[in-house]
Each structure stands twice: as structure tokens, then as C-alpha cells.
């Protein structure tokens, strides 16, 4: 088995960390968000029964799903129950994605990257589980402007970005282009298959 060069991609809520694995894509890499993960993680019967059962019924749409815009409101005005969320699903998000590059690397031809954006990275402890990570980082007032959800709560749980820049293998910092974004991205793709 030929397992591919895993790279991490964290930063702060709105620094580029989808537009950089939009970008590994665009330049052969393997890409999955822990985002998508957790998402197709909340579909299945018992995570999404567990779910409902601690955080109620209020976080049911129309179709019985799990209405994640709900869902972040109870977690993120509750500290017990997301710390409840973030115990349940960090675990089984880890192996989701533990058990995706495996099947890659069983490819006939897997790809020589594969990427994941990973929040919560450092945080969590999920820096182990990367051959590499890629930091993203903004100024605050820019970062804030990009994303559509409050930042200041949330990133009170992150670890600032100098730590985590001296803790990467590479960091951008995305206050540009999209197109020097890309640039970067080819560049530690370059760099990790030469």
C-alpha cells in the first residue's frame, strides 16, 4: 500500500482554509473537509440518535435531519454541550478520516496528497494523525468580514495563530488574491511530491 502525503490545513474562522483545499484540489490532491465528515457523520441513524437525545428535538428539520444552523446555536450557547458534541464526534471524525486514506492509499493509483481541513486541529490533538500542516492565518478585521458567523466566542477556544505557524510545516498569510492563495498551494504541492 502507497499511502498518500497527509496534509492538514487549519487557521482561524474565516482565514481561507476552504479556499486552500479548494486550491490542492484544483492541483491533484486527495481533499476532504472535516466539515463534509461531520456532516455525513449527523446523517447516520445512531450519531444522529445520540444527538437528538442530549440536544433535543429543536435541532430536527422538516425532512427529520439534524438542522446544523440549529444545532451550532444550542452548542454554541451551551459550553457543556458542545464540549458533549465535540467528545462524541472528534473520535469518530478522526476515524472517518483515518479509514479515507487508507481507502486511497488501496487505490490503483492513489494519489501522491491528500488534504483535510481541520478546524480544530492543534486543539484537539489531531496534528499526529498529518505527515504535514499548512496554516492559514488573516488579520482579524479581514477574517471577520469574510465569514458569516460570529467569530469572537468561538475563537476564544482556538490556540492564536502565531503558535500555530510555529507549530506548521508551512502558513500563508491569505490577506491577497485568490490567485496568490493558488500560488502558495502549488508551491507546498510542488514541494511535498518533487
Known amino acids: 500500500m502507497s ?3 497527509s496534509v492538514a490545513i487549519t487557521g ?3 482565514a481561507g482554509k476552504s479556499e486552500a483545499l479548494a486550491a490542492f484540489a484544483r492541483h491533484g490532491a486527495a481533499t476532504v473537509s472535516s466539515d ?5 457523520l449527523l446523517k447516520q441513524p445512531e450519531v444522529r440518535d445520540r444527538v437528538i437525545g442530549r440536544m433535543g428535538y429543536g435541532i430536527v428539520d422538516d425532512r427529520g435531519e439534524i438542522d446544523r444552523g440549529a444545532l451550532g446555536m444550542v452548542v454554541f450557547n451551551d ?3 458542545l464540549v458533549w458534541l465535540e467528545k462524541l464526534l472528534h473520535p469518530l471524525v478522526a476515524a472517518e478520516y483515518l479509514e479515507w486514506r487508507d481507502q486511497l492509499g488501496r487505490l490503483e493509483n492513489p494519489p501522491r496528497l491528500c488534504v483535510t481541513e481541520v478546524p480544530l486541529l492543534y486543539e484537539s490533538g489531531g496534528e499526529k494523525r498529518f505527515d504535514k500542516v499548512v496554516v492559514i492565518t488573516a488579520p ?3 477574517r471577520r468580514s469574510r465569514s458569516l458567523v460570529a467569530t469572537e ?6 490556540l492564536p495563530d502565531a503558535k ?4 506548521a510545516d508551512y502558513s500563508f498569510k491569505n490577506t491577497g488574491s485568490l490567485e496568490e492563495l493558488d500560488a502558495f ?6 514541494d511535498l511530491t518533487a
Open 153 to 158: 466566542e468561538r475563537e476564544s477556544r482556538l
Open 12 to 14: 482561524g474562522i474565516g
Open 140 to 142: 482579524t478585521k479581514l
Open 164 to 167: 500555530k505557524v510555529k507549530r
Open 185 to 190: 498551494v502549488a508551491s507546498v504541492v510542488r
Open 79 to 81: 459550553p457543556k454541550a
Open 36 to 40: 463534509q465528515i461531520v456532516h455525513h
Open 3 to 5: 499511502r498518500p502525503v
